[in-house]
């Protein structure tokens, strides 16, 4: 009886052990974070419609400390600058990190929370195949009436191992590379001061029409 038992107990763990998925992998972790992060940030939206209107600086302060531990602003703020960060101190480098930061809330902000409901599907990670520390989440943005626009994040992995979002094309139109052609444009505009374009930027940015981009695309 002793011997059927353990027999029986055997088989069983057997059974669980195949039953069990193998580990994911790499690529479906990568996807599983950033659902978790994406779906939270709509709940979040979805919760906080009316604060945007009744108080924008509090909405700006929630959305911030949503988004600082899986958007890297700083890195993305730079790249916009491109090579004219250079020309820039650290204090005007801080500063537009945070001016490029208020002006996307204020920007997109009221077109997200008086949309109607709107789900997003993570569909799959991509980790480039030559760089391990880089990677592409593809998703779909679904609209209350059921039409999908394509999202793409851009991802990299920093030194200590959490991936953070550094980029994104909507449709097609590259965000962070229209953001930086425009910095270049006002660069040229107000003949080569950094700090005049940081003190428009948020100017600069509703004249940029993305939405307008998207749809063109």
Avoid: C
Avoid at 3 to 19: D, F, G, P, T, Y
Avoid at 63 to 74: A, C, G, S, W, Y
Wanted: hydrophobic share 40%; no cysteine; glycine share 6%.
């Amino acid at each position: 009886m002793v011997l059927i038992r353990h027999s029986l107990m055997i088989v069983a763990l057997l059974m669980v052990a195949l039953a069990a998925p193998a580990h994911a992998g790499p690529e479906e972790d990568l996807r599983t974070y950033v659902d978790k992060n994406t779906q939270r940030l709509v709940d979040k939206l979805h919760q906080e419609k009316g604060l945007y209107e009744q108080n924008p600086q509090a909405f700006y302060r929630s959305m911030d400390q949503e988004l600082k531990n899986f958007v890297d602003f700083r890195r993305i703020a730079a790249r916009v600058m491109g090579r004219y960060a250079r020309q820039a101190s650290p204090e005007q480098r801080d500063e537009f990190v945070e001016k490029f930061k208020r002006s996307l809330f204020d920007s997109y902000a009221q077109a997200l929370v008086s949309a109607d409901d709107f789900t997003i599907e993570v569909k799959e990670a991509t980790i480039n195949p030559n760089d391990d520390g880089r990677a592409s989440v593809r998703m779909e943005v679904i609209s209350a009436s059921g039409n999908r626009y394509p999202v793409t994040y851009s991802m990299y992995e920093t030194d200590e191992g959490r991936w953070m979002m550094e980029n994104v094309i909507v449709e097609g139109v590259n965000i962070g590379l229209a953001f930086r052609d425009r910095f270049s444009q006002e660069m040229e505009k107000n003949g080569g001061k950094v700090q005049a374009v940081i003190n428009d930027w948020g100017d600069a940015v509703e004249s940029l029409n993305l939405e307008g981009e998207v749809d063109k695309s």
